[in-house]
């Protein structure tokens, strides 16, 4: 199997009932499915917090200027279109005053409208029973590291 080092960004996405943005994607090479944060790669030239709001734009359409300067580096080793991908993922943070923000995908590459299958607005209680794979493992840790006031990052992990 292939592996590539590739450097990404994601933003984890708070509405003002503390629900988190996922997105659900198919891989097109295995069919699982994974759920996790919006972002991507960083490109040639970007910071991590650049990379970050323009892949929350792209892939979500929400405003970019939520997310938050302040970072979590994770070593992220995830499986692809056939593909090992490794490398240090930055996680920000974003929040919005409004319940379940609408998210449209008109940013999407076409390669990606194709893979995403869905988006949720989940309760940190509902991270334990989705079906699928959430990516990163210890998603409320890093939840809690960035947003230490997050009334779910006390209790224990689902």
Same mark, same amino acid.
């Given at each position: 199997?292939?592996?590539?080092?590739?450097?990404?960004?994601?933003?984890?996405?708070?509405?003002?009932?503390?629900?988190?943005?996922?997105?659900?994607?198919?891989?097109?090479?295995?069919?699982?499915?994974?759920?996790?944060?919006?972002?991507? %790669?960083? #490109?040639?030239?970007?910071?991590?917090?650049? $990379?970050?709001? !323009?892949?929350?734009?792209?892939? *979500? &359409? @929400?405003? /970019?200027?939520?997310?938050?300067?302040?970072?979590?580096?994770?070593?992220?080793?995830?499986?692809?279109?056939?593909?090992?991908?490794? %490398?240090? #993922?930055?996680?920000?943070?974003?929040?919005? $005053?409004?319940? !379940?923000?609408?998210?449209?995908? *008109? &940013? @999407?590459? /076409?390669?990606?409208?194709?893979?995403?299958?869905?988006?949720?607005?989940?309760?940190?209680?509902?991270?334990?029973?989705?079906?699928?794979?959430? #990516?990163?493992?210890?998603?409320?840790?890093?939840?809690?590291?960035?947003?230490?006031?997050?009334?779910?990052?006390?209790? /224990?992990?689902?």
């Amino acid at each position: 199997m292939k592996t590539t080092y590739r450097p990404a960004a994601r933003v984890l996405c708070l509405d003002s009932a503390h629900r988190l943005l996922l997105l659900r994607w198919r891989d097109p090479v295995d069919g699982a499915r994974l759920w996790e944060p919006p972002g991507g %790669g960083v #490109e040639p030239g970007e910071t991590p917090l650049v $990379a970050a709001r !323009r892949e929350l734009a792209e892939e *979500t &359409g @929400l405003d /970019p200027a939520a997310v938050l300067d302040r970072s979590v580096p994770i070593r992220r080793d995830v499986r692809w279109k056939g593909e090992r991908h490794i %490398g240090t #993922e930055s996680f920000f943070v974003a929040h919005y $005053a409004e319940e !379940r923000p609408s998210v449209v995908r *008109t &940013g @999407l590459l /076409p390669e990606e409208r194709s893979t995403l299958e869905t988006h949720a607005w989940i309760a940190w209680a509902e991270l334990g029973v989705l079906r699928d794979r959430v #990516e990163p493992p210890r998603l409320l840790a890093v939840l809690g590291t960035l947003a230490p006031d997050c009334p779910w990052c006390a209790g /224990p992990q689902p």
